[in-house]
């Protein structure tokens, strides 16, 4: 079992950067993919980046260039690094962790199985 907290979200403006955090607790052999996920208001979850053990990393179009997903797996935590940000980007974000059903698509939020609780971000023109 994995628990996953986010932190890390907030206000900036546009072109602003912030860096989102999610803390990993617990131990599940399965999660070899995870990934962060951002909601927008009355729309449906976004699959934003997704990072594998090997390192492969998988980025939406709308971030990439703009967004970097990475780990540091000595303290087991994921990092969602944010440049450039611009107003669409403003959501809730959380993080996912596979569980035993096995990711083939890295986007794709209805194949994670752990998820934290999510934190706001929001951008302002």
């Known amino acids: 079992q994995l628990r996953l907290v986010e932190s890390g979200g907030g206000s900036v403006h546009t072109g602003g950067s912030l860096k989102l955090s999610c803390a990993v607790s617990?131990?599940?052999?399965?999660?070899?993919?995870m990934a962060w996920f951002r909601r927008f208001p009355e729309k449906e979850r976004e699959g934003v980046a997704a990072?594998?053990?090997?390192?492969?990393?998988t980025y939406a179009k709308s971030v990439k260039g703009r967004f970097t997903i990475s780990k540091d797996n000595a303290n087991n935590i994921l990092y969602l690094q944010m440049n450039t940000l611009q107003p669409e980007d403003t959501a809730m974000y959380y993080c996912a962790a596979e569980g035993e059903v096995v990711v083939r698509d890295p986007l794709e939020g209805s194949q994670y199985h752990y998820w934290g609780q999510g934190t706001q971000v929001t951008v302002s023109s």
């Open positions: 617990g131990y599940s052999h399965d999660s070899n993919y």
């Open positions: 990072l594998h053990v090997d390192g492969t990393t």
